[in-house]
């Protein structure tokens, strides 16, 4: 059952936003008994995720690893070398059973990426928005996928913008706005439980663009704490870039402009959960800025552990810094250095 966020409306399945404008999510009906579950990837949940497993290549259950002082959850070892693809198994599971022949998509890359694999694998026609500014890397996967691409000149909202013309006549499958997709973002909470025997760490650091992994994340928790599963939610730390950071700026009253970062993928000037994304922070969180010097130390510590990150990802390890040491951290790393090889070495060469 799909609801919307703001007024509670019922709406059918292949809604993407409300008649009210407010987004939508998926009401979690099935309790968590937090026992033995059947399969190694994260559709090991599926009684929980409100939908039947159809598009998949038996994806997640990432690794958690500890090193040195903090536990890291490898969500860049996916099929398409980024979280995204959490929510895109579970949304195109969706599309499929409902039969939508197309679909249009904005992305900074990653998630453009994830859907035109999964749209590949389900047959389903895929066209997508990027800013002309993508890593080349994201752009030559979605390509390959043989989705169609449109560059947009300008910046990510205006991205957003021409996709939202397009999407009057086809069906808008926004990484942003989908329920489903949101479903999907949520199995990392569950792993994170599971891989800890069914507790839960002291902190939780995830980066912030349109909010969906640290909205999924916080609504992953709340299902296992109502499902008496875990004793109490983690503290939610949500990372931004101190040049684009909206959610921030919201939530602590600043104002400030979105400009270019090397965190490419944080770059949302509107999230559409905004509300929701500030409501979780306010009770079960905090959200920290980083500078673009701070996320290139993070970078180079990163690679010093032997973890292969790309930019927009290391902001996280950048927000470590920034969060009380603690016996257990969580620090999700959300997409893979070989899509972005190229800004990798721009940042690794600025100091020598
Ligand atoms: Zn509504």
């Known amino acids: 059952m ?12 292949t809604a993407w936003k409300c008649v009210c404008g407010g987004p939508l999510e998926v ?9 033995e579950l059947k399969g190694s990837s994260l559709w090991r949940y599926q009684p929980y995720l409100g939908t039947e497993k159809r598009v998949s290549f038996d994806e997640g259950y990432t ?53 035109s694999a999964y749209a590949a694998r389900a047959g389903i026609m ?32 205006d991205t957003r913008k021409e996709a939202l013309k397009r999407a009057e006549t086809v069906y808008y499958a926004s990484h942003q706005w ?24 002291d902190v939780v650091v995830v980066p912030v663009g349109s909010g969906s992994l640290y909205y999924g994340v916080y609504k992953g928790f709340k299902h296992l704490l109502e499902s008496g599963v875990i004793g109490g939610i983690p503290e939610l730390v949500g990372v931004q870039p101190e040049v684009c950071s909206p959610v921030y700026n919201a939530v602590y ?15 949302v000037e509107h999230p559409p959960r905004l509300q929701e994304i500030e409501d979780v922070v306010r009770h079960h969180g ?9 996320i290139g130390e993070g970078l180079r510590k990163a690679i010093r552990m032997g973890l292969f ?43 020598s």
């Open 63 to 115: 690794p958690l690893v500890f090193i040195e002082d903090c536990y890291y959850k490898l969500d860049f070892l996916f099929p398409t070398g980024s979280f995204k693809d959490r929510g895109s198994t579970v949304m195109m599971s969706v599309l499929d059973h409902h039969k939508i022949p197309r679909l249009v998509e904005d992305s900074s890359g990653n998630a453009g990426a994830s859907i």
């Open 178 to 201: 989908n329920p489903w997709f949101l479903q999907g973002m949520q199995t990392v909470a569950y792993e994170i439980a599971e891989q800890f025997n069914w507790d839960v760490p």
């Open 253 to 267: 009253g600043k104002e400030r402009t979105c400009e270019k970062s090397v965190a490419e993928g944080l770059l």
């Open 286 to 294: 905090k959200l920290v800025v980083v500078t673009e010097e701070e």
């Open 309 to 351: 990150i790309e930019p927009t990802s290391a902001s996280v390890m950048a927000a470590l810094e920034k969060v009380e040491p603690s016996e257990s951290r969580v620090a999700v790393l959300t997409g893979n250095g070989l899509k972005a090889t190229r800004e990798i070495n721009d940042i690794l060469n600025k100091r």
């Open 27 to 35: 009401v979690d009906k099935e309790q968590v008994d937090g026992g």
């Open 126 to 157: 895929a066209e997508i928005f990027v800013p002309a500014y993508a890593s080349q890397g994201k752009v030559s996967q979605i390509e390959a996928f043989g989705a169609h691409i449109r560059k947009v000149e300008g910046t990510r909202e």
């Open 2 to 13: 799909i609801v919307c966020s703001r007024c509670g409306r019922e709406m059918e399945d």
